[in-house]
């Protein structure tokens, strides 16, 4: 079973987008773009809190797990 991390290796800020990509399989890029589309539609404060959120409850990547 896979688990939800924050990454180490692909990371921006703080690794939230990258470990999602990680987790659904898909292009962290891409996940990337998503989050800042929809951080612009729903307005920055509520997808700026939603990300915060994420760094503070996803736990980060195991050093051992890194690639």
Known sequence: MKKLYRSLSDRKI???CGGLG???SADPTLIRLIAIFLGFFTGIIPGLITYIVGWIVIPEEP?????
């Open 63 to 67: 050093a051992s797990k890194k690639k």
């Open 14 to 16: 703080a690794g939230v």
């Open 22 to 24: 990680e987790y659904l």
